[in-house]
């Protein structure tokens, strides 16, 4: 409760001294926010800060109040932690304390994605540390660590958005390890299997991280996943053809990049890719035992020089000598340690001289031999030979590692463990020695073992990449479909569809194109020629799925097999085919045999024996007949309705001939005065003729 009253009051302190920038990177300038009633207590082992320069580690920098120290993928963080990019580089956070409401609240780098600050890989899914993969969302999200995963000291410079994504630990940048490790990240150490970064050189190699077996080829503009590397061997960032593998370095394996260690006397360092060692003679075995980086030890601890007539004693780095004493009565003697005429400097006093323990005897006149060491076992720090070199280790059998004390005298079996159950020949555990030690967390990997690092590398073989049984999706998994064109079935108007990484039909919607067919689909699932009228030519209507013109007769054109007389004032009447559709009364027609007269055309609704009520529509003026078809429009142009009787009727102002089909009745008997007299001026009667005539109306279709 103390440490939290602090905060606030250093909160208070902020907010008056600075109006700044980001409030959750930390920067050497105060920044204001308010501190959040609900933001997580600073446990006992970490180190609170609202600054930069609040960190005791120089390395660290401030995230969500924290001091967080880099990493490159998610294993270089604590068990309850993620790698996340800020403008400090990534760094390590804790789940509970990455919540945000918006964007504002994360780091430079990412944003909010259901309340929490993650690595926005949006724009780019290179962008995601190594052991994480772009979601849907464009959220970097952790890869499930697989069991045994993560044995070895793997180094690596660490991933960046467009960049080769490099990873500590090792492992690949698929999803699952970094440089070395066990399960890798989609741009990483073991191959990037989506599209990466853009490339010009066709075909051209690259190595996706150094001490991988990850190799990336450039194809159509992008980087994609390459075979790796053999066992047995790494990908050479330093040669001369890029992307080229090289065998590792016997002495180099399981160890890590830059590591350095002794071989009797000689000093070796691997390479950066453990293809390549570097060699140095020290003047002692224990000059390179003692040694802390790739260089001997420039002297030994306890070992004395004299310049002039100052004594040196070596310093505590072991890397130069440093002024103890200025010898004025007495000489300098290195042998002695000190300012005297005698041969050592007290009795009893000990010395390592090279694998001799020596002892100064009673009259200081010499060292006299205590004990004959081991080869490079004399002790110049404790001044005793010791039973094995320190803090060194060997392999007692295939899953043991004997391992020599801190201090040299005691040598302990320690077995290696389910992670890394296999001892090398350095005494170092590792994952693996050959691709058979190495199972894939799913069919969309591909195991390779990294025998520099020892450790399992898995490439991801890409989103939407064919795997056993189906496709690959961008979290690795490996499911029935991920996209719409790897389904098959369906029907002309059910498409194969990909839903729920399910293969399944989907109805097209009505209007949409059948599949494999000419014609659209309508809303029962048919394929039709059409659905409405933008799916017809100009001159054409929809009707019932088919494209039919836009005006046509409705009636009896074509019964012109003779010729019948109809008399002066006669009103002759036929019942119209009924429409399924609506349309449009446009004109009335008949084909005349003779010229000379008129005729006048009348439009009646009704039942199936009569027509009824008034008129409809007339023609507009009376028509003079022809030898052949004429027509005259008709007044009003109604709506016909579809299901509706409509009766036609036609009356000449003088006996004419008019083509018909004789033999075919017309209407009749026709109930006199069941309907509305159309011409009033003129007395007629209705006609009792047995003939068809060619009479008609011309309609237009209505959508």
């Known amino acids: 409760m103390v440490k939290r009253e ?13 109006i700044a920038c980001n409030a959750i990177v930390g920067i050497d300038e105060p920044t204001v926010v308010e501190p959040n009633a609900d933001a997580p207590n600073v446990e006992a082992n970490v180190e609170s800060c609202l600054l930069n320069s609040d960190c005791s580690d120089e390395s660290h920098v401030c995230v969500f109040e924290v001091c967080s120290p880099r990493c490159n993928k998610d294993r270089d963080c604590d068990e309850d932690e993620f790698c996340l990019t800020t403008e400090f580089g990534n760094r390590c956070v804790a789940t509970s304390r990455a919540r945000c409401d918006d964007t504002a609240d994360c780091p430079t780098g990412s944003a909010c994605f259901d309340g929490e600050c993650r690595t926005d890989c949006r724009a780019d899914e290179a962008a995601c540390p190594a052991e994480q993969v772009c979601d849907a969302n464009g959220a970097c999200r952790s890869v499930p660590r697989v069991d045994g995963a993560g044995g070895g000291d793997g180094m690596g410079d660490g991933g960046t958005a467009g960049a080769t994504n490099d990873g500590a630990g090792g492992g690949v940048d698929a999803p699952g390890g970094g440089s070395g490790g066990a399960s890798g990240g989609e741009a990483g150490a073991g191959g990037a299997g989506t599209p990466q970064l853009e490339c010009d050189d066709e075909g051209a190699l690259r190595c996706v991280a150094r001490a991988a077996t990850g190799r990336e080829v450039c194809r159509d503009g992008e980087w994609r996943a390459a075979d790796p590397c053999s066992d ?3 990908c050479d960032t330093s040669a001369d053809e890029p ?4 065998p590792i370095v016997p002495e180099c394996v399981g160890r890590a990049p830059g590591a350095s260690f002794c071989e009797g006397a000689t000093r070796v360092t691997c390479g950066p890719d453990l293809v390549t060692a570097s060699r140095e003679e020290c003047p002692s075995v224990q000059h390179c035992t003692l040694a802390t980086g790739p260089e001997c030890a420039a002297c030994l601890p306890n070992e004395f020089a004299c310049s002039g007539n100052t004594l040196e004693k070596c310093n505590e780095a072991l890397t130069d000598f440093e002024v103890v004493a200025v010898c004025d009565e007495e000489p300098c003697n290195a042998e002695a340690g000190a300012c005297t005429t005698f041969a050592c400097a007290a009795a009893g006093e000990r010395r390592c001289s090279g694998d001799r323990l020596e002892e100064c005897n009673a009259d200081r006149s010499g060292f006299e031999l205590v004990e004959q060491c081991g080869a490079g076992l004399c002790d110049p720090v404790d001044l005793e030979c010791d039973v094995c070199v320190a803090g060194s280790a060997t392999c007692d059998d295939e899953t043991t590692r004997a391992v020599c004390s801190a201090d040299g005298r005691t040598s302990s079996a320690i077995d290696c463990g389910a992670s890394t159950p296999i001892c090398t020949g350095a005494g170092v555990c590792v994952e693996c020695t050959d691709t058979a030690h190495c199972t894939p967390p799913s069919a969309c990997y591909r195991a390779s073992c990294n025998v520099g690092s020892g450790e399992c590398e898995f490439t991801f073989l890409g989103t939407h990449t064919p ?3 189906g496709y690959c999706t961008a979290a690795g998994e490996c499911v029935e479909c991920t996209q719409d064109a790897q389904c098959s079935g369906g029907s002309v108007c059910a498409a194969p569809a990909c839903e729920g990484n399910r293969c399944t039909v989907r109805a097209l919607p009505a209007g949409e194109p059948c599949v494999g067919s000419s014609g659209v689909c309508n809303e029962n699932g048919t394929c039709v020629e059409c659905v409405d009228r933008s799916d017809c030519s100009a001159t054409d209507v929809c009707h019932d799925g088919e494209c039919v013109p836009a005006q046509r007769v409705l009636g009896w054109p074509q019964a012109t097999g003779g010729k ?4 002066r004032d006669r009103l002759v009447l036929k019942l119209l085919p009924v429409l399924t559709h609506k349309a449009k009364l446009l004109s009335f027609g008949i084909v005349g045999e003779q010229t000379g007269q008129s005729a006048s055309f009348v439009l009646y609704a009704g039942n ?5 009520g008034e008129p409809l529509s007339v023609s507009t003026t009376a028509l003079a007949l022809m030898n052949g078809p004429a027509s005259v429009n008709a007044n009003p142009q109604i709506q016909l309705q579809p299901g509706v009787y409509y009766w036609i009727g036609f009356k000449v102002n003088a006996d004419t001939m008019v083509r018909s089909q004789p033999g075919q ?7 006199s005065n069941a309907y509305g007299d159309p011409f009033p001026n003129d007395p007629m009667a209705v006609s009792s003729t047995g003939a068809l005539f060619a009479i008609y109306v011309t309609i237009e279709y209505q959508e």
């Open 232 to 234: 047995g061997e790494l």
């Open 665 to 671: 009745n017309h209407e009749g008997p026709i109930v």
């Open 564 to 567: 019948t007389e109809v008399g």
């Open 608 to 612: 199936s024996a009569n027509p009824t």
């Open 467 to 469: 795997c056993p049984g």
């Open 6 to 18: 602090h905060r606030l009051v250093r909160w208070a302190f902020v907010a008056i001294a600075a």
């Open 243 to 246: 992307g080229t593998c090289a």
